[in-house]
């Protein structure tokens, strides 16, 4: 009998810490720009150097304004002397025995984010974070039981994007060459609408045709429900939209996702109705966890497809990934199937999401930083021992 596969943990060495010169990464262009005036380009140089400084580090990595050789060496010394371009440190790297490979990123302020690669037969996600811990505090996610320290920046957003791109050799690959990470996933730590001036910046960038050049339909942006900011999100970002819906009820879904307190079902469907491009090419998908013995009777099933009754849509079906001191546990596998049968037989598509990465606690729901989970260990410890 062969040994078991293990996950492949790479821990990454510690770079020195940047300096505080402003950051080029995730500005937009008009930010450029004046970033460029500033430090004496010539007002009829300022677009082609806007141009050619977001050629280099979206559509080939750079990583150093010395790679940018194009540019004369005295704008590459002005560029280098005022400003810098910086990827978040990777702290580990792993690789699940499925291919998914999770991201541990130190950011500014020493703080941490995960991202998450998923390889699939015919396209590749990255998951990307928009906060460092989240507020929405849903007792089945592991993310949301670690407290929110801050919005992710615009920078620090993209360059989750440049740091799985790099570490997939993804950069000047010739046209016509199948893309590694073919879709964005905003479905990692935080709430994306809780941070929407970064978000929307950050994913333009991404689906710049001059810059990392995904299709704005190849962007998926998930949100708990902040029913304010989703007609905004179509408005001004136009990606694909997913909601985390997981109950059918307001009382069940108030417990699972407490944002349901302040904007309840019927004003959320509202929103997902009203929502700009809404059409059968385009839909929104419904995100829905299945709890044993909560949200998974076949009741539940009939009173969601009755809710979504109109919304061109798909529902997701996530079988529950567990994490340690988690209050739920996963729905039987006949169960699921039960309850995707009705949601199908209604004319609706429910795909069953298979778990990937949860050797590594990859999994939907199971983003947590490292520096957290300790934290949390070693209080658990003291307190069992009374230390």
């Not at 010395?66 to 004369?72: F, G, H, I, V, Y």
């Not at 010394?77 to 580990?92: C, D, G, K, W």
């Not at 670690?146 to 993804?170: C, F, P």
């Not at 000047?172 to 893309?179: I, M, Q, V, W």
């Amino acid at each position: 009998m062969s040994a078991p596969i293990t996950p492949d943990l790479v821990t990454i060495p510690r770079k020195q810490s940047p300096d505080s010169k402003p950051d080029l990464i995730g500005l937009r262009r008009d930010a450029l720009k004046t970033a460029f005036a500033n430090i004496g380009t010539p007002e009829k140089q300022l677009n082609m150097r806007v141009n050619q400084i977001w050629g280099w580090m979206y559509q080939k990595g750079a990583t150093s304004f010395d790679d940018m050789t194009n540019l004369s060496k005295d704008f590459r010394a002005s560029l280098a002397e005022n400003f810098q371009i910086t990827r978040p440190e990777i702290v580990t790297r792993q690789i699940s025995t499925d291919g998914t490979r999770k991201y541990l990123l130190r950011i500014a302020g020493g703080h941490e984010v995960e991202a998450v690669y998923i390889p699939e037969k015919n396209r590749g996600t990255l998951c990307i974070s928009s906060q460092i811990g989240c507020t929405l505090t849903c007792p089945f996610c592991h993310t949301g039981t670690q407290k929110l320290v801050r919005n992710l920046t615009a920078g620090e957003i993209v360059s989750q994007i440049l740091i799985a791109r790099d570490d997939l050799e993804e950069w000047d690959k010739p046209a016509g060459d199948k893309r590694l990470i073919s879709n964005i996933v905003l479905m990692g730590m935080g709430e994306p609408l809780y941070n929407f001036d970064n978000v929307r910046d950050a994913m333009l960038i991404a689906m710049d045709n001059e810059g990392i050049s995904l299709s704005r339909r190849r962007i998926t942006l998930s949100t708990s429900g902040v029913v304010p900011e989703i007609i905004r999100t179509g408005a001004e970002i136009g990606c694909m939209l997913a909601i985390s819906f997981h109950a059918t009820t307001d009382d069940i879904r108030d417990k699972l996702v407490p944002i349901n307190r302040k904007h309840k079902i019927a004003e959320l469907l509202q929103a997902c109705r009203d929502y700009p491009r809404l059409s059968n090419s385009e839909r929104i998908t419904f995100e829905y966890v299945m709890l044993k013995g909560i949200n998974d009777s076949n009741a539940d099933a009939r009173r969601l497809v009755k809710l979504i009754s109109g919304i061109p849509a798909k529902i997701n079906l996530i079988p529950f990934n567990p994490w340690p001191g988690s209050p739920y546990a996963r729905s039987d596998w006949e169960r699921i199937e039960a309850f995707a049968d009705i949601v199908n037989d209604a004319g609706y598509a429910s795909p069953i999401r298979t778990p990937r990465g949860e050797d590594i606690m990859a999994a939907c729901g199971q983003l947590k930083s490292a520096t957290e989970r300790q934290r949390k260990s070693a209080k658990k410890i003291a307190q069992e021992t009374g230390t």
